[in-house]
């Protein structure tokens, strides 16, 4: 009796391993096999009946149902968080993909070979692969851009281009309560530190984070989170705010108008953006303060010291104290790297001693409230990082500690309406998000 041997499928290491990765694959080809061996013990004679000629019947059976991404063919689309020694090799094989000519093509093209750069560990990487390990297409975060750079087959090769995220806006309602500090508060609560930052930035003319914050203060914060394909991409708007300290209750809502600039106003509708901020820097302290007479620590000499310092560290975002117009970005003798903003009326500020200047920063740039314009630095006179900040008016120095500063124009009559119908939601929310710390702390 001849009897023909049939090799059903033969894998090499390589297909093993692109099964593992590839889990439906895997079940898909398994639960194949395991049907056709099932048909062929199904027609297996009995023992005792060996005169009966054996015949091996091979049903082709109907494939699972995998899922399709790519119309006519079957496409896996996997994602991997980038790790601290990952390149683009290491990222591929962990997808999952084996595709020598797509690796050959993002290391000689120009735009594709800039995507090693923009791996920065926690980002996602994303894949579209078939079964066997040949790429479709793969998205690289860019790294402060709503963007990814992708590279994907076309024809008989591969191309790359930047693709705009279609980001969709979600709400979220959290809140927490103070123990140590609000940042401890805010990472127990599971809050970006941008929302904090922002938290800040709106009660920050009301309250001083550093010394003001008393144990058992609560919070409540409804903002904005921007996700792409349902992952969090990054921190929105904080739409609506409460901070209860020392049993002093401020609310803070996010209203924009039908024309002009939105802003943050208190539950009345009193604006709560000051014309000018109390500090150009964030979370720093005054190492000198304005005197019409202080020892100089260079020029060992006594003489009036015209603004305020603010110790920090090298490096540390100097901000716009106002909206105003750069009227000078350059070097200027004592004061090193030296920034003055016109700003409004008879009103300018002066930053001294910068390491460098923000991106944009050059004569006659406009910027608005709040913007990064330099970094803290020890250029010119100075024995230490630090920044030296001046407040003039008419061009003449004067203690920004002390002096009256002007207010920010108040939200107008005819929006009052518009937004005690906007914040009524908002309000709702908030009142949820200081349900649950009350909850929590039972």
Request: proline share 3%; no cysteine.
């Amino acid at each position: 009796m001849d009897i023909k041997e049939s090799r059903i499928l033969t894998h090499s290491h390589p297909t093993i391993d692109r099964l593992r990765r590839h889990r439906w694959a895997a079940a898909a080809i398994g639960g194949f096999s395991l049907l056709g061996m099932v048909a062929a013990f199904a027609v297996a004679p009995s023992a005792k009946d060996a005169t009966v000629k054996l015949t091996t019947v091979l049903e082709k059976l109907p494939a699972p149902s995998i899922t399709l991404l790519d119309t006519g063919s079957t496409v896996f689309l996997r994602e991997e968080r980038v790790r601290r020694s990952d390149t683009i090799a290491s990222l591929m094989h962990r997808l999952g993909i084996y595709d020598g000519e797509a690796l050959d093509f993002i290391r000689s093209n120009r735009q594709a070979k800039d995507m090693a750069r923009h791996l920065q560990p926690g980002n996602t990487v994303s894949a579209r692969a078939g079964a066997w390990g040949d790429l479709h297409s793969l998205y690289v975060e860019l790294p402060g851009k709503d963007a990814l750079l992708v590279v994907e087959r076309s024809g008989d090769g591969f191309v790359a281009h930047e693709q705009a995220l279609q980001l969709e806006s979600r709400t979220v309602v959290k809140s927490g309560e103070i123990h140590h500090s609000l940042f401890g508060a805010t990472d127990d609560a599971d809050i970006p530190d941008a929302i904090a930052m922002q938290m800040v930035a709106i009660f920050g003319s009301e309250v001083d984070f550093h010394r003001d914050l008393r144990k058992g203060d609560r919070f409540s914060l409804v903002y904005e989170t921007l996700t792409y394909r349902g992952q969090a991409v990054r921190s929105g708007r904080i739409l609506a705010a409460e901070l209860v300290n020392d049993q002093n209750v401020l609310q803070a809502y996010w209203f924009q108008p039908e024309q002009g600039e939105g802003a943050y106003h208190a539950a009345d509708g009193s604006s709560l953006r000051k014309a000018f901020l109390r500090s150009p820097i964030e979370f720093s302290r005054i190492s000198s303060g304005f005197s019409g007479a202080r020892f100089h620590p260079i020029l060992r000499t006594w003489r009036a010291h015209k603004g305020v310092d603010y110790a920090a560290r090298t490096g540390t975002g100097i901000l716009a104290v106002a909206d105003g117009v750069v009227e000078t970005a350059a070097r200027e003798r004592g004061y090193g790297n030296l920034i003055v903003l016109k700003h409004q009326g008879s009103y300018s500020t002066a930053y001294g001693h910068l390491k460098n200047f923000a991106q944009g920063i050059r004569k006659g740039a406009r910027v608005r409230q709040g913007d990064t314009i330099g970094y803290v630095g020890q250029t010119g006179l100075a024995t230490g990082p630090h920044l030296h900040y001046e407040f003039r008016v008419k061009d003449k120095p004067v203690d920004p500690l002390a002096i009256a500063l002007p207010i920010a124009i108040p939200l107008g009559k005819a929006h009052l309406a518009r937004f005690e119908a906007a914040k009524q939601k908002l309000r709702q929310q908030l009142a949820m998000a200081g349900e649950m710390t009350l909850a929590t702390a039972e």
